[in-house]
């Protein structure tokens, strides 16, 4: 990375990515090993790299905290805020598959949620959907959502997290393809149950975004930890987003030229290059 290029200019449209989650990011990485809790002082400076202003903070942190996301404590005199059991929980569960994230295999077969929430409850219904959706399932039919068949203990743990579990079955299902269907029949029918197409655009833009500073760093260029630190929250925050909407489909279910699998060798390879710099920066930080 250049010298001359400023703090907030990693790879990653930073800017239009909300700080909240910019702030979750940096708790799941760097909160969890303190108890899950860091100072106001040491968030604002880290958020200052990625050009957000103190009060943006500030305010962000207190709508996190009213959503029960955060909870405010002090530690030797420091004001500060701790993720709350429930966030340390979906951090825990979100691990996996943001940092191993897996390809499903036809053979494993799929996850099928069938609900049916009354139309009394529709704030129930739309968490359902939201989440189910959050998972990367795809939609079947109005009450029926499908994903493979590794996504079944996410979805158990989101459903017991949110009492949703009473208006659900669960099954493990193969698909038997129509007399005379092959396995394209399946990946048409994939089609149709996810956005592929658009899945297809947001790796493409992954790539555009994170590969410049893949391509940097293999030519030679210095790169400081604070650049780094940047870097890395740009591409934990963008893949983060992009892993749960895609659950890892199989290859052969795929489009031939699929940008997924590209973005996820990037990914492993930024990964690799930018988290122990970016964690000295935060350590350095935090010693302040």
Known sequence: MASGESAGSGPGPLAKVQPRQLIVTVYGLYARDTDGWMSVASLIQLLADLDVEA?????????????????????????????????????RDGDPRIFAARRATVEEGWV?????????????????????????????SAGVWIAPGHVHDEAESMLARHGLR??????????????GGDAAELATKVRSWWDTARLQ??????????????????????????????????????????????????????PEEWSGTYASELFDELHARLAGPARRHVERTRAR
């Open 201 to 254: 655009r947001l790796y493409v833009a992954f790539l555009a975004a994170h590969r410049p500073v893949a391509e940097r760093i293999a030519s030679g260029a210095a790169v400081t930890d604070r650049q780094a630190f940047t870097a890395y929250i740009g591409l934990l925050t963008d893949w983060r987003r992009l892993v749960y909407l895609d659950p890892g489909l199989a290859r052969e279910l795929l």
């Open 55 to 91: 009060p943006t903070v500030r305010s962000s942190v207190s709508r996190l905290k009213r959503a029960g996301l955060l909870e405010a404590r002090s530690v030797s005199g420091a004001a500060g805020y701790r993720v709350s059991p429930a966030t340390e929980r979906i951090l």
């Open 112 to 140: 099928l949620v069938v609900f049916s929430v009354p139309e009394s409850e529709r704030a129930r219904r739309h968490t359902l959907r939201t989440e189910l959706t959050r998972l990367g399932f795809g939609s079947v």
């Open 166 to 179: 009473a208006y659900t079955d669960l099954f493990r299902a193969d698909y038997l393809a129509a007399a």
